[in-house]
């Protein structure tokens, strides 16, 4: 099993950076995938960017260019930095890992771009 913690949502103008956090309970050395989704008000959770196997990472084509995606082993934690942010940015953002062919989610946390 695995508790993933998000950190790092926040308020921010047009144009500005976040950078959210998601910390693993345990080491992501072997995860299969881990990364972000978004789901804003009445739409669908969305992919925003992940680590697939192999190490490979994916991007939605709405933050290609500005979101980039990165990770510590040692501090068993992922990194999604979001620059050029724009107010269809606004959502909140879950942490997600696919272990042992098990889905794990974090609780989310909250992207408001808005000026």
């Known amino acids: 099993q695995v508790q993933l913690v998000e950190s790092g949502g926040g308020l921010v103008q047009p144009g500005g950076s976040l950078r959210l956090s998601c910390a693993a309970s345990?080491?992501?050395?072997?995860?299969?995938?881990m990364g972000w989704y978004r789901q804003a008000p009445g739409k669908e959770r969305e992919l925003v960017a992940i680590?697939?196997?192999?190490?490979?990472?994916k991007f939605a084509d709405s933050v290609k260019g500005r979101f980039t995606i990165s990770r510590d082993n040692e501090k068993n934690t992922v990194y999604l930095q979001m620059n050029n942010l724009k107010p269809e940015d606004t959502a909140v953002y879950y942490c997600?890992?696919?272990?042992?062919?098990?889905?794990?989610w974090g609780q989310g946390t909250q992207v408001t771009v808005s000026s």
């Open positions: 997600y890992a696919s272990v042992d062919l098990r889905d794990y």
């Open positions: 345990r080491s992501i050395f072997s995860i299969n995938a």
């Open positions: 680590f697939t196997s192999g190490g490979r990472s």
